[in-house]
């Protein structure tokens, strides 16, 4: 594919500033990037567009003294996402039912579905319109798929499960597991029955691996638009808002509920049975262990606030040394002390 920097930049409706008729044929990152290709800036990489040596460069602001053309957007992440639709279109799908595809009875498949080889639908599934449910995907009874939803290789959906509009569920993923609940007497544990489902709203993106139990009674709840990375678990009868980031080896324990536009980044860890508000962050390995109001920013284990976290990380370091002038100080004191008794 060729397009020329104008075409482009009408593409992501930005300014060209410079040539606007340099040809592009493919995508890169702003480090490997080559004459006949277009990449994008944000942030700190920006200082680095001078030395870049693609054909374009996709920035929010006009950077100075920089001989490539520029297309100057509002947004250059959305921007270059849109660039690389354009030169790296999705793999078209047959829109058929795999003949090796096992359909229960009762089965409601809406128009323009692909279901892929080996899958197995169960008794009662609604499949909307235009969805995509690639091989080896398992959907259990009574479990309603919202229209122009994929469903990746892999993937299982346990019964009772309600998935929206535009759900992604990439591989391996995991909907409506058995939630982890048991009662113990004399040492000894004894499981009790989880009979709830999840719901997971329009718009959901669950990664590969990530599991998202069922409610012991109710729905496990994850709302419009928030999108989950690999590896990530939730527990029973969790609840999570909208438009929120889950990240890598994010683990929430049963019964949170949790606000709109919160980010979990890698490896947070939150205790159950707590509430979240809306626009909290919490930095790499937070530890969650209580309610946590609006409008934060937190990190370290215990979570505290982030600029009292940098305080104490701070101080962390420089420990060996402060451990050495308080003995140095120390046998000073008792030196002082016994002068003092021999006066």
């Given at each position: 594919?060729?397009?020329?920097?104008?075409?482009?930049?009408?593409?992501?409706?930005?300014?060209?500033?410079?040539?606007?008729?340099?040809?592009?044929?493919?995508?890169?990152?702003?480090?490997?990037?080559?004459?006949?290709?277009?990449?994008?800036?944000?942030?700190?990489?920006?200082?680095?567009?001078?030395?870049?040596?693609?054909g374009a460069v996709i920035v929010e602001k006009e950077v100075p003294n920089v001989s490539i053309p520029q297309i100057i957007v509002d947004n250059a992440k959305v921007a270059f996402a849109q660039?690389?639709?354009?030169?790296?279109?999705?793999?078209?799908?047959?829109?058929?039912?795999?003949?090796t595809a096992i359909i229960g009875e009762n089965v409601t498949i809406g128009k323009n579905v692909a279901i892929g080889a080996?899958?197995?639908?169960?008794?009662?599934?609604?499949?909307?319109?235009?969805v995509t449910i690639h091989p080896y995907v398992y959907i259990g009874h009574n479990t309603r798929i919202g229209e122009d939803s994929a469903i990746y290789a892999g993937a299982i959906v346990h019964e009772n499960c309600s998935l929206g509009k535009r759900v992604v569920l990439r591989a391996k993923?995991?909907?409506?597991?058995?939630?982890?609940?048991?009662?113990?007497?004399?040492?000894?544990?004894?499981?009790?029955?989880?009979?709830?489902?999840?719901?997971?709203?329009?718009?959901?993106?669950v990664g590969s691996c990530s599991c998202i139990d069922n409610a012991t009674m109710g729905s496990t709840l994850v709302r419009r638009g928030t999108k989950i990375d690999n590896l990530v678990h939730l527990g029973h009868n969790v609840e999570i808002g909208e438009d929120c980031f889950l990240i890598a080896q994010v683990g929430i324990a049963g019964s949170t509920k949790c606000g709109n536009h919160v980010i979990f980044a890698g490896q947070t860890g939150c205790t159950g049975h707590i509430t979240i508000g809306d626009n909290v962050t919490f930095a790499g390995?937070?530890?969650?262990?209580?309610?946590?109001?609006?409008?934060?920013?937190?990190?370290?284990y215990p979570m505290r606030p982030h600029k009292e976290w940098l305080k104490l990380s701070a101080y962390e370091s420089r420990l060996p040394d402060m451990a050495k002038t308080i003995k140095q100080l120390q046998k000073e004191v008792e030196a002082l002390k016994a002068q003092l008794k021999e006066s």
């Open positions: 594919m060729q397009k020329t920097v104008k075409e482009l930049a009408q593409l992501v409706q930005g300014t060209v500033c410079g040539n606007g008729e340099v040809v592009i044929e493919e995508t890169r990152g702003l480090e490997q990037a080559s004459p006949n290709a277009i990449t994008f800036a944000i942030g700190d990489y920006v200082e680095y567009v001078s030395q870049c040596k693609a660039i690389l639709e354009l030169f790296h279109p999705p793999v078209v799908v047959p829109r058929t039912i795999h003949e080996y899958c197995v639908i169960n008794d009662n599934a609604v499949i909307g319109d235009n993923a995991v909907i409506g597991g058995e939630g982890f609940g048991f009662a113990t007497e004399n040492g000894v544990h004894t499981h009790i029955p989880q009979v709830g489902n999840v719901v997971l709203e329009d718009d959901v993106e390995k937070t530890g969650i262990v209580g309610n946590v109001p609006s409008n934060g920013l937190y990190a370290g």
